[in-house]
């Protein structure tokens, strides 16, 4: 289950970086957001990312403790 939530997490983040960076350097919409909601607020981009980092990186953070107990 853990390893679910990681990597729910890393495709969020991933898509919320994309859409930033899409809207900083091009001001554009990038990614798979802007065919779901006609063109989403930055913030929400920025969101996407935190959320989706946030359960990516505690995921990683926690894999060696879980190597370690195997």
């Known amino acids: 289950m853990k390893e679910t939530v990681e990597i ?3 495709v969020l983040g991933i898509r919320g970086a994309i859409g930033v ?3 900083v350097l091009s001001d ?3 990614g798979l957001v802007h065919t ?3 063109s989403p607020p ?3 981009y ?3 990312a935190v959320v989706g980092a ?9 894999r060696g403790t ?4 195997v």
Request: overall charge neutral; charged content about 25%; glycine content about 10%.
């Open 8 to 10: 729910v997490g890393w």
């Open 21 to 23: 960076t899409g809207r």
């Open 28 to 30: 554009s919409d990038r």
């Open 36 to 38: 779901v909601i006609d």
């Open 42 to 44: 930055t913030a929400l």
């Open 46 to 48: 920025v969101v996407l």
């Open 54 to 62: 946030a359960p990516a990186l505690w995921g990683e953070a926690t």
């Open 66 to 69: 879980r190597e370690q107990r």
